[in-house]
């Protein structure tokens, strides 16, 4: 076989598909690979780049790759997609792939170690418990309400309506069982939270860059955690404003025939970290309103302008960009950044 210069594997649950061609862009290797095989037919091969979706365990795949001695390079799939031809099968979408990493301009996803996946997992249980609790405690005031028991708005206020319902005998039997039951579940779903906080707060202390990121107003224990694991190479975006367009907080563009478009943000990227910036900006600009703290001249002047929901996204949009620059130079947050123009603040 001739020496394979790149190679692209299109994967799924047991069978992957490998696409090679050689440096004269020749096609030298159409084959498909049972998981299982893998590593044998990637260790005969002399090393060589090796490009993979980045989807579910390519992270994985990337660092046992890389110990074989091969280059990786993971590319979003919505990169991938332009360069699939019709009649989309697995041996298109590895040819696809490959002539994809093959292009000067293409942007590729830094591989995550074993470590900050484990992170990204502390993250993701605890996304999935918050919304869990908040189906539940949804429902439990809708099941309420049903029966004419009202409760204010919060999540402090659900044990007082559960211990209201518990007391009240004039309910029917059945839904003081099915309360109760709902009312275990709750007591259940805060402990385990509790439990995944503090873990998540104990990598905070330990880790020496969410420490910094914290520094920046609105930016808490788990926006800094968000900012620390999902960003493991920010030196990957040419600029701060590349940051933020990745996290999808800068307007979306329509311009044609020299005419400038902008709409409302994209909202690209991962929505976990654009909502926790946006909710982190919204209680800055929450204080600034009621006279509270010290805000920023810049914020109190975009305040006099614009809306409240608008200025939190732009808000959230600066301190993206202060974040990347602390991440990308080991600065420490200084705090007259946010006093200056939006274009000065990077």
């Known amino acids: ?21 050689n440096a ?12 299982s095989q893998m590593l044998a037919v990637f260790g005969k091969l002399e090393p060589c780049v090796v490009g993979l979706e980045a989807c579910g365990a390519s992270h994985h795949w990337a660092r046992v790759l890389r110990e074989l001695g091969h280059e990786v390079k993971l590319i979003a799939p ?8 019709r009649n989309k099968n697995d041996g298109r979408d590895a040819e696809g792939g490959c002539e994809a990493m093959s292009r000067p301009t293409m942007e590729f996803v830094p591989v995550k170690t074993a470590q900050e996946q484990a992170g990204l997992m502390l993250l993701g249980v605890r996304e999935r418990l918050v919304r869990t609790r908040t189906q539940l405690t949804n429902a439990i005031r809708g099941h309420a309400a049903e029966l004419g028991l009202i409760a204010p708005r919060g999540l402090d206020k659900i044990e007082p309506l559960l211990a209201r319902i518990a007391d009240d005998e004039s309910l029917p039997a059945l839904a003081r069982a099915l309360f109760a039951l709902q009312a275990a579940e709750h007591a259940e779903l805060v402990a385990r939270l509790k439990i995944v906080e503090a873990e998540l707060v104990a990598w905070h202390r330990q880790n020496a860059l969410s420490r910094r990121l914290a520094q920046i107003p609105s ?3 788990v926006g800094a955690a968000m900012l620390a694991l999902k960003t493991p190479d920010p030196k990957a975006f040419k600029s701060a404003r590349h940051f933020a367009a990745w996290i999808g907080l800068t307007p979306k563009d329509h311009s044609t025939a020299g005419k400038l478009r902008l709409g409302r943000i994209t909202r690209a990227g991962d929505e976990a970290l654009r909502s926790t910036l946006v909710v982190g900006a919204t209680a800055v600009i929450q204080q600034a309103r009621a006279g509270r703290g010290r805000p920023s001249p810049w914020l109190v002047a975009l305040l006099k302008r614009k809306p409240p929901k608008l200025a939190a996204v732009a808000l959230a ?11 990308a130079t080991g600065q420490d947050y200084d705090p ?11």
Do not use: C
């Open 1 to 21: 076989m001739e020496k394979i210069t790149r190679i692209f594997i299109d994967t799924s649950k047991q069978i992957f598909q490998l696409h090679g061609v």
């Open 24 to 35: 004269a862009e020749v096609v030298v290797l159409r084959k498909a690979v049972r998981r």
């Open 78 to 85: 919505q990169h991938v997609k332009p360069y699939v031809k």
């Open 219 to 221: 930016v808490g224990p």
């Open 317 to 327: 949009n600066k301190v993206a960009r202060i974040a990347w620059r602390m991440m």
């Open 336 to 346: 007259s950044r946010l006093t200056r123009p939006l274009a000065e603040a990077v």
